[in-house]
């Protein structure tokens, strides 16, 4: 799995760097760094919507450090559970 966050000065501003620092403590937590690649990106271009995160490709806005662990359970930990079931 691929996560890609925004460190674009917008994104920056709305907390990106907490969000970051959190995604790979739960990350670390759940011992997913073998299945996952997390990295830093450029601007993304919907900074008005941000903070954005990409999993594999599909984007997801507004994340802040109150919902980041709401969505690293939803679009992270579910998705790897439900491709490890097929
Ligand atoms: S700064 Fe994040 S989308 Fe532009």
Redesign the pocket.
């Known amino acids: 799995m691929l996560i890609r966050i925004?460190?674009?000065?917008?994104?920056?501003v709305l907390g990106?760097s907490k969000i970051a620092k959190r995604l790979q403590e739960l990350i670390d937590e759940k011992a997913l760094a073998d299945s996952i690649d997390f990295k830093a990106s450029f601007?993304?271009?919907?900074?008005s919507?941000?903070?954005?995160v990409e999993v594999d490709g599909q984007r997801h806005c507004r994340l802040s450090p109150e919902n980041v662990e709401e969505f690293f359970q939803r679009e992270i930990l579910n998705q790897i559970e439900k491709r490890s079931d097929r």
């Not at 925004?6 to 920056?12: E, I, K, L, N, Q």
């Not at 601007?43 to 900074?47: E, L, S």
């Open positions: 925004c460190m674009g000065s917008a994104c920056y990106a601007c993304m271009g919907p900074c919507e941000g903070v954005v």
